[in-house]
């Protein structure tokens, strides 16, 4: 029963770690750029149906 071997594994995980790191950058980055876009598509989406508003008025007033 004498313990004749030790056995050790170990990985270096700095790589990896580095790695996840990066990739949560790039994420957040793109999180922050579909929101920027978002917020400009809702914008424009509100100035297209205000000219879309304007535009019904008047038709309606040439057609009266």
């Given at each position: 029963?004498?313990?004749?071997?030790?056995?050790?594994?170990?990985?270096?995980?700095?790589?990896?770690k580095r790695?996840?790191?990066?990739?949560q950058?790039?994420r957040?980055?793109?999180?922050?750029?579909?929101?920027a876009?978002t917020?400009?598509l809702?914008?424009?989406?509100?100035?297209v149906q205000?000219y879309l508003?304007?535009?019904?008025?008047?038709?309606?007033?040439i057609n009266?």
């Open positions: 029963g004498d313990l004749s071997h030790v056995v050790v594994a170990s990985m270096d995980i700095t790589e990896r790695i996840d790191i990066e990739l950058s790039h957040d980055h793109l999180t922050d750029l579909v929101e876009r917020a400009e809702e914008a424009e989406k509100t100035r205000q508003g304007i535009a019904g008025v008047i038709i309606v007033a009266a």
